[in-house]
């Protein structure tokens, strides 16, 4: 009883965030009783407004407390939350919208699971004392299977729908409307696009009669005329039609803008609403005017339903991805593949969480990455995701489906771009025949010039290459390369900022990741030139796929990442964090982290490059014994572990209780040592200095809201972490459940470690980050250094060795100048490296646009609800 009270106490004390993010962790420890609580109550919270009864948040909330309900078994109360949940997100969004899909999905899941379990052959809904059955939600479920991408199954229960719905005089037109939408969706997704114009054509006419039956139409009549003439200029352009698309889906525009100004809509819900759909037309234009080569006015439109949809929906919603995809693909067909990479990243990430790896708009997401890769330089990188996009678009779509054309013109100039000149061929072959059955003469003909033009191309290199089908190029090793396929290691080592080379453990916490955010800004702020990236502590590749994704999401797709040592573990140190950002496991080529050492310091000036370890240093010792001819080329030496100075030997000695020195104390020594002996400064950052200079973790929320993925995956890694490290402090020293914690490491010393502010009714809500990677990675720069940390100096053999962060008679000495100067310059640097990633997505429009959209919502224009002829489906003049 006590318990509960204290649980229910907690809950009043927390807001909606905390509530879902203690539920996500308890669920993620499959503690379902507990997410269940703290679910309910922060939908009690939000439901406490008579405005957000019904809001999307509420829906969020419905769908997660289904999942939770199915996993503990129980059924039927799980699809009444689904249904719930799916009514709510229907009206907000849409039938269509892909967050009623991810519901509809769990909705089918659940059927299939009771199907199994009773032994039947088709799918039925268990009757509770409610009396729901499986026909009051068919059409949602038929709608949101198109979405999923069951097409079969979907066709199957609409046209069911839609056969005893014709039969029944008394149906329910709204519910018929739908269904005849959702057909017509599904041919054109299906390339039938006669069929999907009747389709359109007959829910256009019942749209309207619907609407002249009521005396006072209301603005969701009016939607619906616009969305099934939006839908018939989408099956224009996907038939080829694209002036008569345009100028239909401008008019649709305008259209949804009176209705805004007819209905004078004040409610923050309907406003919503239209603004979705607003979104929706944008995005329909960019498409179309992309598809007429319009590339810049396509980014145009695509931002504008960027804009809109992050106003009125989570940055991590499938919609908001679908915008970022397209602003990727148009900056990437601007030979803007730099800028396109993050927009792109976060595309793919967002759509594998939503809908699985087997949908078709993943497969749209890994084709635009695979076309980023390859505009970059790095088409080795991109075909594995063009392979597994077409190997999934065979899957969903009928055989010779004409959206494979646009996929295998990609992977021809991926195989050609790495000299398979015979697959190129064949890819673009294919592509050519595919249109030829899918359209006819006059149709989409300046598709099949493109096929037609890079067949040209292809057999113009084969006969300069004298017909060697079998010419292969350099491997690029996931990095960028020049017109000869190599790197130019002196010409990048030369570049502006001091040259580093950086070696990481990333990914056994949060530190390494945000060390890396901050190169990110200093390479942009010409302070830093990252020469390479080497990834040491086993497992090394799957640390080499989180760093090279990590990379290219900040916009650092020209850093190459080496696989380095184990790093002196004798058993692997897991990979604790960053689940969602590992799209790609198994997509990358690396090369020895060794060999891109020795070929940057190799192509440097002498006493250049700065080596910074934030690491164990065995991958520094093995350059110091296997290439001693290149040690001349360093500069200096920044390491992160802790180091003392021996008055009875006058060396500097390091420190082996720290962490990355006890990794491989042996290294360690060496390497102190050898920088001695040969004269190489080193600085030395210990824990003591990061101790000193302590960050707020609520600045991790702030930083969720740069609208880049992985702030929003630091903040989730970092709670999971600490709340799993809550867990076992708190249990008893001799518990096998506190794993390696040592017994020091108590409730108390967590408390006392992360600084958790007296009288705060959680630790979550006032513990503190210690950024040691962070700190180590500004001692590369000099401005910082002279700025920020008063390091002690020692002097040996005439040269300087550093150490920030020391103990004094006992008593802790960060070295730091001044904490709030520095934090500042830390909180900065955290926002810049985000933001800039992704800033070509919000960069402003060009004035002529922004000029245009001004005319539109200026205007004082009645709803034309004629200018689509019945019979023929054309746009009037």
Known sequence: MMQSLIRDFASLTQSIPDLIKNGDTAFGEEKY???????????????????????????????????????????????????????????????????????????????????????????????????????NVSVNVGTNLLEWGDYKEAERILMEFLQVANENKDSNDAEKLKALSAMAQLYRAQGKYEEAKKMYLEALKMARKMAADSQNPSINEDISII????????????????????????????????????????????????????AVSHTHLGCTVFALK??????????????????????????????????????????????????SLHAVMVRKNEFGVNHPSYAHAICILSMCYHNLGRSRDGLPLIESCLRICDKSFPPNHANNIPNLLVKGDILLDIGELENALASYHRAQAIHKLNFSAGQKDCQLEECQQKIDAAMAVMIKRGNNLRYQMPSSHSVPRNLSGTINEKQQSQGVGTPVIVITDV???????????????????????????????????????????????????????????????????????????????????????????????????????????????????????????????????VMMGGAHYSDETQQ???????????????????????????????????????????????FLDDLAKTHHLLAVEIRNANFKAMNKLWYKANLPSDDPGREKLPPRCDKDWFLKHFQVSEGAASWQESYMLHLYDAMTLLHCVEAYR????????????????????????????????????????????????????????????????VAIINDHLNMDEKIDLDHIDEEEGEVEP
């Open 33 to 135: 009783d507990d997410a269940l609580n703290h679910y309910l109550a922060a939908l009690k919270k939000e439901r406490r407004s008579p405005v957000n009864t019904a809001s999307i948040q509420s829906a969020a909330l419905l769908h997660k407390i289904g999942i939770v309900l199915a996993k503990t078994g129980d059924s039927f109360a799980a699809m009444n939350s689904f249904e719930e949940a799916l009514k709510i997100r229907q009206d907000k969004l849409g039938p269509g919208s892909e967050d009623a899909a991810e519901t509809t999905a769990q909705m089918t899941k659940v059927l299939d699971e009771i199907r199994i379990q009773n032994g039947v052959g088709q799918r039925q809904f268990v009757k509770g004392d409610k009396g729901v059955s499986i026909e």
């Open 227 to 278: 969305n099934c003439i939006a839908g018939y200029g989408e099956i224009l352009r996907k038939a080829g039609d694209l002036w008569q698309a345009k100028a239909l889906h401008k008019k649709v525009r305008n259209m949804l803008l009176a209705a805004k100004q007819k209905h004078k809509v004040d409610d923050e819900d309907a406003t919503q609403e239209i603004e979705l759909h607003l």
């Open 294 to 343: 319009k590339y810049d006015e396509a980014l145009s439109e695509h931002q504008s339903a960027l804009e809109i949809r992050l106003k009125c929906l989570e940055f991590t919603d499938a919609l908001v991805s679908e915008s970022f995809n397209y602003c990727a693909e148009a900056l990437c067909s601007m030979q803007r593949g730099s800028e396109a990479l993050p927009l």
């Open 507 to 637: 990914g056994r916490d949060i530190d390494d990741a945000v060390a890396l955010v901050i190169l990110a800004s200093l390479k942009r702020m010409y302070m830093i030139n990252p020469l390479a990236v080497i990834v040491t502590l086993d497992p090394v590749k799957e640390r080499a796929c989180l760093a090279r994704l990590l990379l290219d999401s900040l916009g650092l797709h020209d850093v190459p990442v080496g696989i380095g040592t184990d790093g002196g573990s004798r058993a692997r140190v897991e990979l604790h964090c960053f689940d969602g950002v590992c799209a790609c496991q198994n997509l990358f080529q690396f090369e020895k982290g060794s060999d891109l050492m020795s070929r940057f310091l190799g192509g440097a000036e002498l006493k250049s490059v700065k080596l910074l370890c934030m690491a164990n240093l065995k991958d520094v010792s093995h350059i110091f014994d296997t290439h001693r001819e290149l040690l001349d080329k360093i500069n200096e030496i």
């Open 652 to 698: 500097l000695i390091p420190d082996e209780d720290a962490y990355n020195n006890h990794c491989d104390v042996n290294a360690a020594r060496r390497v102190y040592d050898q920088c001695q002996q040969l004269q190489i400064p080193t600085t030395t950052i210990s824990r003591h200095a990061a101790y000193g200079c302590p960050l707020a973790a609520s």
């Open 786 to 849: 002279e700025v920020h940390f008063r390091p002690k100096c020692y002097n040996v053999g005439g040269t300087v060795h550093r150490v920030s962060g020391v103990l004094q008679d006992g008593v802790e000495c960060s070295g730091v100048a001044d904490k709030d100067n520095l934090l500042t310059e830390i909180r900065m640097l955290l926002r810049q490296g985000f933001k800039s990633a992704m800033e070509p997505a919000f960069e402003v429009r060009r004035s002529n646009n």
